[in-house]
């Protein structure tokens, strides 16, 4: 009987063993302190460029810079000649002004010319002004032919149109005068012509910009091209 007894006392004390371990191993499974877990490695993430636009040599650079009538406001693209150009010694007037006018940093080497654009970069238009608080067209090209180049012009559009050599439209460099008719029979404006189909002027809506000899509006304006020599 007695022997009975501590059998089944045996019994009873391995069964409560046996529970109270399996549900230690619930409790510590639970809060995981008897679990390991492996440490990921943290991969390096491709760098991103702001929209996806990365600048080096031979590449595309955009810029919001506005203009009147070229075609791809507000964003212009500068083509950079990776084989013939050091952007990092670039002038940032060249880099600039590539941009706005579309064409190859290497292209644009009139410096003088460049800083007197952005000297005069959205000054009004005002018929008979001459100055910086306004300007009209011919007396921007007297400016800029006087100061760039060392060349007086005549005061109005038709006299410098009359005192220039007519040259085709498919022989302008930069320097040459654009004439158009944008009213009456007679020239009635004029622009430099810079570079890439680009002339800079004096505009009635958006004052000193640049702007693409290919513009509807001045397009259907144009009268012709002369070229002026310093004596």
């Known amino acids: 009987m007695i022997k009975t007894f501590q059998l089944f006392t045996t019994i009873i004390g391995l069964v409560?063993?046996?529970a109270s371990c399996k549900s230690l191993r619930k409790i510590t499974t639970k809060d995981g302190s008897s679990?390991?877990?492996?440490?990921?490695?943290?991969?390096?993430k491709k760098p991103e460029f702001i929209d996806g636009i990365e600048v080096k040599p031979?590449?595309?650079i955009t810029s919001k810079h506005k203009t009147s009538g070229l075609k791809?406001?507000?964003?212009?693209?500068a083509k950079v000649d990776s084989r013939t150009s050091n952007i990092e010694k670039a002038d940032w007037l060249q880099l600039k002004y590539a941009i706005v006018?579309?064409?190859n940093?290497?292209?644009l080497n009139n410096l003088p010319l460049l800083a007197r654009i952005d000297e005069w970069w959205g000054t009004r238009y005002c018929l008979g002004g001459s100055t910086k608080n306004c300007i009209d067209?011919?007396?921007?090209?007297v400016e800029i032919m006087k100061?760039?180049?060392?060349?007086?012009?005549?005061?109005?559009a038709q006299e410098q149109f009359n005192n220039s050599e007519k040259i085709s439209i498919d022989d302008l460099k930069e320097g040459d005068l654009v004439f158009f008719q944008t009213s009456g029979r007679a020239i009635s404006h004029v622009g430099i012509y810079v570079a890439n189909n680009k002339f800079v002027h004096a505009s009635t809506s958006g004052g000193v910009t640049i702007t693409d000899m290919d513009d509807k509006y001045w397009k259907a304006r144009y009268k012709g091209a002369g070229r002026v020599r310093k004596l």
């Open 137 to 141: 067209c011919s007396a921007f090209s």
């Open 72 to 77: 791809k406001t507000p964003t212009e693209y």
């Open 16 to 18: 409560a063993l046996l």
């Open 35 to 44: 679990t390991t877990t492996a440490t990921k490695k943290k991969t390096a």
């Open 105 to 107: 940093v290497e292209n």
């Open 147 to 156: 100061n760039v180049y060392g060349i007086q012009l005549p005061r109005t």
């Open 101 to 103: 006018i579309n064409t």
């Open 58 to 60: 031979g590449s595309v």
